[in-house]
């Protein structure tokens, strides 16, 4: 059975003549109100007709309104997916160092730039260019055919040609094509959860005007686009086509700019504080040069190596790879992420804003708990269309007594059914009404065998369940007798039954139902059929007499792993805000079971939120659970907790969830139940539907965040090592102990695949058990700043006095130069170890934990050797072979950085 329902009248009707004229559709003082008028107020406001419009009059309108199409979004090209490479402030520092030498004829160094960039740029395009998705989700949700009256004439036509003032026709099954107000309905529900997140049926009836304030959810006499008509036959005037439809609202929501994901916003902040200090450095440098009367070309010259030193080269490229392998590891955890900085960003998240139906649940009514008189209560195990399930009570088998009463109340509520269930086949093998699927499910339970039972007691009469009557009843012939078999609503069955205790009933249906359980009642009657034809009992007013079988609470099941998952965010200190479309009542309950709420006062409801009083914000942040909320409070609520300060990543799968998952800061998608529209509205699809999968995302976005700190705490480090040995260099009078080339050899060839080794480092321990880190806390924080300043230090201080006696000692400046460029690679090998981990100590991470970086390091050492033995390259870098005796000398002097490091950890650990 379907939500109860009753439909109340406005108090104020509109008077038909009032509203005539057939240009009303596109009157914003109507839109969205069409619930409020009368089937005539509406007829007449659209100038239409009960048997719809002429041909000629329907061309004009479509010629007015256009097409009832959504409007496509441009997917994105693969030049510009290049050009957004290259939207960086850290990609324009190296373009401007780049533009420097070619200007100085220093082509070798702008190649080396150019090169870098080229990769970064290659890398980033290929992964977004695979990650986009060329979907037209929305338009395909109302492009179907549609039966419709054109001059009393039933047509078959493209719902893209429908216009307002068209009459439809709708049957079981149908998609809806536009917004319609309903003229006749017989029996007829609507499957709108996508839409409004409502998990039941919802029953429709054409009816009176509604009143003003009511809700999406409740508008019954209205079928929106994009919904489905799951039983019954209407036929309904189309009041909005396209883009005025409340589907079209939603995808005019989606056209607005998302707020760029957070290490987006973090990166842009770090690498414009770089500029500003590169930038700062470089000038003052300019000018101590011309201040000593040093000449420009010369001043260049230094100015350009300083910049190579400080702008980290490889960064981009590291970064990106960093992100790449992350998206890899997520994919392998059913997590796809849709654009690359997405990747860590559910583990910067603070709270998780969470569709109810079909992500915290299976999206599958379940019979759970019978009351039968005499007998009490009975569970039954198992969750949604899954056939195996014992019944019980209080762990016990059930008496003999009480398994007859449930196979009583099964047997009266299989055959007093519409819907169709084969054991053997799947799902395919299921349609149907989802409470008479439940129904059925429960019936195979209890033993019977609902086919050979439907043969074998005919049916010869029934009346379909409607909102007014609030049950169903259907007459059998059983063979020794004929039955009447009831079910429906309890507070309408109990007075039709006999020997009962009306008050105690409702009161048990009551409890059951502050459990968050939907409770209807069975009943059935035998008949007598010598002194009153059974016919004419079920179908006339005469009903009654009733024998009371019980009461079933029906549930949609929670996933098995969603109250862990909850569990497990919490202790990741990411709070779990349930957002769904049920009422309070059932939503707290749920709620409780999930461990996301206890109290009634941490509930809002979307009223609530329509009200929009001044402590709005502070209810939302306050509250853990949204109800009967609407697609445009979803994005309040996003909202709100935005301007709270958290990082808001916001889950669903439905129609309805897409401007909140477009507007948060992570949207996260399901893939498999959900919608094409969620899913192009994310920024991460989770392609098990599994609510456990954004722990296992938290988890990885938080390694993948914890891997670009230790790149960048590299390149950062060893950049200010550079930049403090060419200071200190300058301030003592020696030459320049490096040369531009040189220097960006040692910043992206043999530095650069240490960056990229670093970034495939596993998760550290222990990641879930630390709270998120503040959405304020810049990339580069106070712990990155002390380590990158000691160990840039102790390198360039190292390093400076090397080279300070070696020149004293009266080496050349060639082989000076060429030994410091060996101890540097040196310290970089050594220095990679120590950023494995910001707090645990190199000895305690095994080296096995990440082959590829042993590679990098030796491979770094080998390019280098190498190249000092090629001809050609060994002259471009400056480069000439090393003898063994001095090399090996260069080892203990690189691992000073290494024990200064271990005792940094050591004292702040303690």
């Not at 109340?8 to 069409?34: F, H, I, K």
């Not at 059932?586 to 809002?604: F, K």
Request: aromatic share 4%; with cysteine.
């Amino acid at each position: 059975m379907q939500r109860q329902l009753k439909i109340p009248r406005t108090e104020r009707v509109r008077e038909d003549e009032e509203l005539s004229g057939g240009d009303a559709a596109d009157d914003p003082a109507l839109r969205g109100r069409w619930h409020e008028l009368t089937r005539d107020g509406v007829v007449s406001a659209l100038g239409s007709s009960p048997e719809g419009l002429s041909t000629t009059e329907a061309e004009r309108r479509l010629a007015v309104y256009g097409a009832n199409a959504l409007p496509q979004p441009p997917g994105r090209s693969l030049a510009a997916i290049v050009l957004g490479q290259l939207k960086s402030p850290l990609i324009y520092l190296l373009l401007a160092a780049a533009a420097v030498s070619l200007v100085l004829a220093e082509y070798d160094d702008a190649g080396f730039i150019f090169l870098v960039l080229t990769i970064n740029t290659a890398v980033g395009a290929a992964q977004e260019w695979r990650a986009e998705a060329n979907t037209v989700a929305l338009r395909s949700a109302i492009a179907t055919l549609a039966r419709v009256l054109r001059g009393g004439v039933v047509r078959r036509v493209d719902s893209k040609l429908l216009v307002p003032g068209d009459v439809v026709l709708l049957e079981s099954g149908d998609r809806v094509p536009a917004d319609l107000r309903l003229l006749d309905a017989a029996e007829a529900q609507a499957d709108e959860s996508s839409l409004t997140g409502e998990s039941l049926p919802v029953d429709k009836a054409a009816g009176d005007a509604l009143a003003p304030e009511t809700q999406l959810a409740d508008r019954l006499t209205m079928l929106f686009a994009g919904s489905t008509l799951q039983r019954g036959r209407v036929r309904a005037l189309v009041v909005a086509t396209g883009s005025y439809t409340e589907l079209g609202a939603i995808a005019g929501a989606l056209q607005t700019p998302s707020a760029p994901p957070p290490l987006t916003q973090r990166l842009d902040r770090f690498t414009r504080l770089l500029g500003l200090v590169s930038l700062g450095l470089v000038a003052a440098v300019i000018a101590l040069q011309l201040g000593i009367g040093a000449s420009l070309r010369d001043t260049f010259f230094v100015a350009i190596a300083l910049a190579v030193s400080v702008i980290p080269e490889g960064l981009p490229v590291a970064v990106t790879v960093a992100l790449s392998i992350a998206t890899r590891r997520m994919a392998r955890r059913n997590v796809i992420v849709r654009h690359l900085p997405a990747v860590e960003g559910l583990g910067a998240c603070t709270v998780v804003a969470t569709d109810k139906t079909g992500t915290l649940t299976m999206n599958q009514l379940t019979a759970t708990r019978l009351w039968l008189p005499g007998h009490g209560f009975v569970e039954v195990d198992g969750v949604g269309f899954d056939l195996e399930g014992g019944l019980h009570q209080e762990g016990e088998r059930l008496s003999e007594g009480a398994d007859a009463a449930v196979r009583a109340l099964a047997r009266s509520a299989a055959l007093c059914n519409a819907a169709d269930l084969d054991p053997a086949g799947g799902a395919e093998g299921q349609s149907g009404d989802t409470v008479d699927l439940a129904f059925l499910v429960l019936a195979i339970k209890a033993g019977l065998d609902t086919g050979t039972l439907r043969k074998t007691a005919r049916r010869i009469a029934d009346l379909p369940f409607s909102a007014e009557r609030k049950y169903a009843a259907s007459l059998h012939d059983h063979g020794d007798g004929q039955m009447i078999h009831v079910k429906g609503a309890s507070e309408v069955i109990l007075p039709l039954c006999r020997d009962t205790d009306e008050g105690a009933v409702l009161a048990v249906g009551e409890a059951m139902a502050s459990r968050g359980y939907r409770v209807l009642a069975v009943a059935a009657q035998q008949v007598d059929t010598k002194t009153r034809p059974a016919a004419d009992r079920i179908l006339g007013d005469g009903l009654g007499g009733l024998t009371l079988l019980g009461l079933v609470g029906f549930i949609d099941p929670l996933r098995p792993e969603a109250k862990q998952a909850v569990a497990d965010c919490h202790r990741a200190g990411v709070a779990v805000k349930m957002i769904t479309g049920d009422h309070a009542a059932t939503a707290l309950a749920i709620a409780r079971e999930l461990g996301i709420a206890e109290r009634p006062e941490e509930v809002v409801t979307g009223r609530e939120i329509a009200a929009a009083d001044a402590g709005l914000d502070a209810r939302i942040a306050e509250a853990q659970v949204f109800a009967r909320v609407e697609p445009a409070h979803k994005v309040t609520i996003v909202e709100a907790l935005q301007r709270a300060g958290h990082l808001v990543a916001m889950t669903g799968d439905g129609v309805n969830d897409a401007p909140a998952l477009h507007r948060a800061d992570l949207g996260v998608a399901m893939g498999r139940d959900g919608t094409d529209a969620a899913r192009d509205a994310a920024d991460l699809v989770l392609t098990d539907d599994n609510f456990a999968s954004v722990v296992a995302g938290i988890d990885e976005g938080r390694a993948a965040y914890a891997n670009i700190r230790k790149v960048i705490y590299l390149t950062i480090s060893t950049g200010a090592a550079e930049a403090v040995m060419f200071l200190l260099a300058l301030a003592v009078g020696l030459p320049l102990p490096l040369t531009a080339i040189q220097l960006l050899w040692l910043n992206l060839v043999t530095n650069g695949g240490q960056d990229v080794a670093l970034a495939a480092e596993g998760s550290e321990p222990g990641l879930l058990d630390l709270p998120p880190r503040s959405p304020r806390e810049p990339l580069f924080d106070a712990l990155m700043l002390r380590q990158t300043l000691l160990s840039g230090g102790v390198i360039g201080l190292v390093s400076t006095a090397a080279f300070a006696w070696m020149i004293a000692a009266g080496w050349s400046e060639f082989d000076a130069r060429n030994t410091l460029l060996f101890l540097m690679v040196a310290f970089e090998n050594v220095h990679v170890f120590n950023c494995r981990s910001e707090t645990r100590s190199v000895f305690r991470i095994a080296l096995a934990a990440n082959w590829p970086l042993i590679g990098a390091v030796v491979g770094a050492q080998a390019v280098h050797i190498g190249a000092a033995f090629t001809p050609g390259l060994n002259d471009l870098l400056g480069l000439a072979p090393l003898p063994l005796s001095e090399w090996l000398l260069l080892i203990p002097i690189a691992m000073s950085v290494l024990v200064v490091m271990e005792f940094e950890k050591l004292t702040r650990r303690r």
